[in-house]
């Protein structure tokens, strides 16, 4: 167990800060966003908050200051700055996998001491990314080639989860910043299709693949790997020596990537310190590196870093990640809020908040707290959202006038980015307009007799009339950089942390996506060869059945 939290001894909802929360819920009843501003028009003002490059305005939640008070309190008395400073100190945190949770030392300067069992391990990490940088330069400029001497013209990381949505996510954010001639691709899913497409036009010569597993033996990762060997080898004439210039591996396990026929020395090692959602910016984003450029790279790793340091000394009336996750928690728990919706207003980060799923629902999707007894409180929400104004057009009327309530956050860009013609960034205005006044729809709403001062039919004031009272956040940044992609999901990642403090679970686990793993071990050889599986419940044994029929065995 760890020493690391006094939230074990009071079940959180036993606390007094929770029952004065709830009491405060009660008498605030059915306010309303509109009487908040109304009588205190100075919150857009003092409910906002700049930490580097970003500006959070939380105005338009429905707290008050003694809602944020009594959340404070919350946090103090669950002990997440002590379970924060116990993470930062290296403390093995994950209890349920004995390990530290250090995805900060990747960022960490490289005179900083980070010890994991008395070893310092920030040497490590930047040796680690002196080797990628070198890698990776050796990649751009065409020192490195493929077996038959032509420069990398496509890179495909194959991996999957946190091996995968991470870089996924940050390329496309990044793609401005990116060496344009190299073709980037992440492969991640077990249908044969994701790689074939990955693999169209591409030119086996200067075709290099990152395999990135933590484990190295994730069978989707593992099998598209061994496929897309074959399909090199195949290419150029059943060569195994050619694997060496046309594939190296990222992982904690060198026994399993030598097995594999990967020469160690093509790889490029983390830690079982790091967890799989939290290690884009370890070796994991190699593919990212190749694209973007070790300066870019760390140019990110900077935005990671002050963010890191922000959360690390902060007071907690000014913390962002703090205050982000209380106010998860208060609409979670006395709000019912089921979902969280993350909106960003940028093309370039229509992968964001895929990769936010697994850094949430994979932390936080836990109903066992620490100390192993069932929750009786909501812990993490369904994180959601695509990227504005596409969103508009699909989703955002339930979000305006549904039954339920749906938190969000919005997040938009002052500049569009530098590559874009006048014209095309003369449409940003258009964009940044459509967020703003999302916000501002979802909080105040248009009120029954509003729409009827606008000569409107009485029988359609009720279908035309919005409630309101729709809590978001707004994060406005200038532009979309590296330092920012950084600080932004070192926003979350911290945000996530604060939660699951809290909430008194294990936010670095993740028995839960085990059972699943090892079911389709044990149906697979069914599908194959027809071979008797026990223990198939009578539903799955008939699809099984079905499935069989129509693939002709
Ligand atoms: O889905 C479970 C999981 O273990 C994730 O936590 C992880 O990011 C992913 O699988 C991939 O694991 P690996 O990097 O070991 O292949």
Sequence with gaps: MPETTPAESTRLDQRAEWNALAEHREKLGD??????????PGRAGRYGLRVGDLHLDYSKNIVTDETLRLLRELATSTGVTELRDAMFRGDKINFTEHRAVLHTALRAPRDAVIEVDGHNVVPDVHAVLDRMSDFAERVRSGAWTGHTGKRITRVVNIGIGGSDLGPAMAYEALLPFTA????????????GSDLHEALRGADPEQ??????????TTIETITNATSARTWLLDALGGDASAVAKHFVAVSTN???VAEFGIDTANMFEFWDWVGGRYS????IGLSLMVAIGPDRFREMLDGFRLMDEHFRTAPIEANAPLLLGLLGIWYGAFFDAQSHAVLPYSHYLSRFTAYLQQLDMESNGKATDRSGRPVSWQTGPVVWGTPGTNGQHAYYQLL????????ADLIGFARPSAELSPELAAQHDLLMSNLFAQGQALAF????????????????????????NRPTTTILVSELTPSVLGQLIALYEHKVFVQGAVWGINSFDQWGVELGKMLAKRVEPALTD????????????????????LRGR
């Design 31 to 40: 306010t309303h966003l509109r009487d908040l501003f109304a009588a205190d």
């Design 180 to 191: 344009r001639a190299t073709d980037v691709r992440f492969v991640s899913n077990v249908d």
């Design 207 to 216: 075709t290099l693949f990152i395999i990135a597993s933590k484990t190295f």
């Design 254 to 256: 060198a026994e399993k």
């Design 280 to 283: 884009y910016d370890s070796a």
């Design 400 to 407: 305006h006038q549904g039954t339920k309530m749906v938190p």
């Design 445 to 468: 709403g248009k009120t029954a007799e509003e729409v009827a001062a606008e000569g409107v039919a009485a029988e359609l004031v009720p279908h035309r009339t919005f409630h309101g």
């Design 530 to 549: 027809g071979a008797e599986v026990s223990g198939l419940d009578a539903s799955t044994a008939d699809l099984v059945a079905r499935y069989r029929e």
